[in-house]
């Protein structure tokens, strides 16, 4: 049986008392999401708007600039007074309002996933003009967040882009989002309660970015998906760092991140399943449309004319848009990386395949080597030519349309009987461009497995993430020095339907799926 946030929240006083003796507990671990829940504020759930002069709602205010007027449209557990705080992601208080009143309420008219949910302000804040750029919660609560942009000038040298449009789509209003949850739907308001469980994702990427300083000395700007339509938001910025899994992409964002590396900026996908689908959003921005199924539209398909703006799977010919030249793989060939349990668990591992690779300085690890990462149920790969003489993957840098590309580490995954092949690695598109660093596993930068304090977390993809954040800053070339080209000795592609190349060593080679027909069923994000 799930437990409702409103049964949290009626067993808050049973459930404060177990919680206080458990942190007292030497055996204390709970994680960040369970943290949340288990001191959740009476708020049930809500959503930032941003408001006019006579608190008029003018739109979503999931990105906000200082300056801004933001109102917080609640529900509450019941009527009461709560004392408001904007906390940053380590849980500490950066500003406290006055005290105000929260009510029930529920969403409102006959479609509130795709007209918004209608709660009423409960209160509204003048964002400071002074106020850093970053990610904040209400009282601590990951679904009730605002993104605040920079300032304009003198822009950061980090770009920090949140995957909001993804958490809007696997977001559910009265069981309706973009998937089956249970009833699909093509369009999905920011105006409504987003998934809390999705958020609270991203917050191990955030408390290491604001505790343990990663981008050292460098200043550090956040904007979220809608920024990226602006031609000129990645304008003066020498790293943009892509928070995972950041799979839906407007055509207009991906032109200004493919400008962004073309006159030598750098990147960092943090994730995997990136720049998946196309999407749209509505004239006044608090709509976004994928429509999923393909009909016509006379059938409830897309009814947009321009088939460059359907809303399709990225690497749909019709598009004429693949993601290849841009970030070096994705889901077509990366598959599902849940292909074994480990005491109960799928675990993820990256096999490494460039042990003198200057991003894995302080590893110690050789190639064939195994260093464990993150659970990633899905992974972006690039597509290969075949197999070298010791088993490691060879990729095929003409399909990808890279002058330059290094394969860093891999998976071998599985989509049913399908053999797939997910990939760390590093590319530059064309002489003079930029670098994108892809680390692959959608799952390989976010939650507790990856940061959840202190020495704790992934330490091999935390040194990977420094390695790449110092060498971009510093104008690095992040290529291993004098690395051989490898040649082909077992040809294959991926997906592989057949038996593995014979003779084909087995140091480096995949392994048999332990139940390939289980690893889409078990996956918790179908595609």
Known sequence: MKLTRRSWILA???????????????????NHLSARLLGRSPVADGYVVKVGPAGEVLGAGTSVAPGERIGFALNAASSQEIIPTITG???????????????????????????GAGYPVAFSWT??????????????????????KPLPAPPPEV??????????????????????????????????????????????????????????????????????????????????????????????????????????????????????????????????YVYRVAKTPDQGGDPIADPLLKTAYWHNKQLGYPTLPSIGGDFTYGGYGQRGKENGQFRSTMTIASDRSPLLAGLGVKDCEEIETPRSGEYDGAPIAGLDDAGRPVPNTAMIGASRFELIGFEWNHNGPRLMLGTM????????????????????????????????????????????????????????????????????????????PEGAPSQCAPNEPDDPDSVRAESSDAN
């Open 425 to 500: 690695h590093v590319m530059q598109h064309a002489t003079g461009s930029g670098y994108v660093l892809h680390m692959g596993g959608r799952g390989c930068c976010m939650g507790d497995e990856f940061y959840s304090g202190p020495g704790q977390g992934s330490a091999a993809i935390q040194t990977i993430l420094r390695n790449a954040a110092a060498l971009f800053l510093a104008g690095g070339d992040p290529f291993t020095h004098d690395a051989a080209q490898r040649a082909v000795a077992y040809p294959m592609t991926t997906p592989w339907l057949k038996a593995l």
């Open 12 to 30: 808050g006083a049973a459930i404060a008392v177990i919680a206080a003796a458990w942190a007292l507990s030497p055996l204390h671990k709970v």
């Open 159 to 288: 770009m920090v882009l949140m995957p909001t449009n993804t958490l809007n789509a696997y977001s559910t209003t009265l069981g309706r989002s973009l998937y089956k949850q249970p009833t699909m739907v093509t369009a999905v308001n920011f105006l409504r309660p987003q998934s809390i469980e999705k958020a609270a994702e991203w917050t191990g990427f955030l408390r290491w970015a604001t505790e343990r300083h990663p981008f050292g000395a460098a200043s550090v700007g956040y904007i979220a998906d809608a920024d990226m339509d602006r031609k000129g938001a990645l304008d003066g910025v020498k790293l943009l760092v892509v928070v995972g899994h950041s799979e839906y992409w407007t055509r207009a964002a991906r032109q200004t991140f493919d400008a962004f590396i073309a006159r030598g900026g750098n990147a960092i996908m943090a994730g995997g399943n990136d720049m998946w689908w196309q999407t749209r959003y509505s004239d006044d921005g608090k709509t976004m």
């Open 89 to 115: 992601a380590s849980g500490k208080v950066i500003a406290t309002l006055p005290a105000a009143p929260v009510a029930p309420h529920a969403p409102q008219g006959d479609a509130p996933w795709l007209e």
């Open 127 to 148: 964002v400071p003009q002074s106020f850093p750029s970053g990610v904040y919660y209400l009282n601590g609560l990951p679904d009730i967040f605002l993104v605040v």
